[in-house]
């Protein structure tokens, strides 16, 4: 709701545009099974996709960055493993790591979005600079969403 009603009217630039509802997809559990996440993720896109009239694109953006993450999952990983109870946010896994992981995810999910929609490699730079911009703007959103959501844990 927030990506339609408020950040889909606000206009930073023609090369920045943040899509803060792949947050939905960063912030789910560890311990939630990949057919889950991708359901998830295919729900949202198709919801963010008939409000804005972009016939999959969101879709199927929203789906491989489901897709994609448990790898990243997996890379990023501690050498122990994750704790039970621990969420993949920046209260419990630190700044370090969610830069990689949200940022991974963040990059994947526009680099295919962004030239899905151009669908030409005759505007790469451009299109480049869009993915850079946007992808910083969206991990700033992120970030920021998640103080907003989550409260730091009393030490």
Not at 9 to 33: C, G, H, Q
Not at 102 to 127: D, K, P
């Amino acid at each position: 709701m927030l990506q339609v009603l408020v950040v889909q009217n606000l206009y930073l630039s023609s090369y920045i545009v943040p899509y803060p509802y792949i947050l939905a997809i960063l912030i789910l559990p560890f311990e939630t099974p990949r057919i889950l996440v991708l359901l998830i993720g295919l729900i949202i896109g198709v919801s963010i996709d008939l409000f804005n009239s972009t016939s999959g694109i969101h879709a199927s953006s929203a789906l491989l960055t489901a897709f994609a993450r448990y790898y990243i999952l997996k890379y990023v990983s501690p050498r122990e493993g994750y704790d039970a109870g621990v969420k993949p946010i920046v209260y419990d896994m630190g700044l370090q790591w969610y830069i990689i992981y949200a940022g991974s995810l963040i990059l994947i999910h526009h680099f295919y979005f962004f030239y899905l929609e151009v669908f030409r490699f005759s505007e790469f730079f451009n299109v480049l600079i869009r993915i850079i911009l946007s992808s910083v703007a969206t991990f700033v959103f992120c970030y920021l969403l998640q103080f907003l959501i989550y409260r730091q844990p009393k030490r």
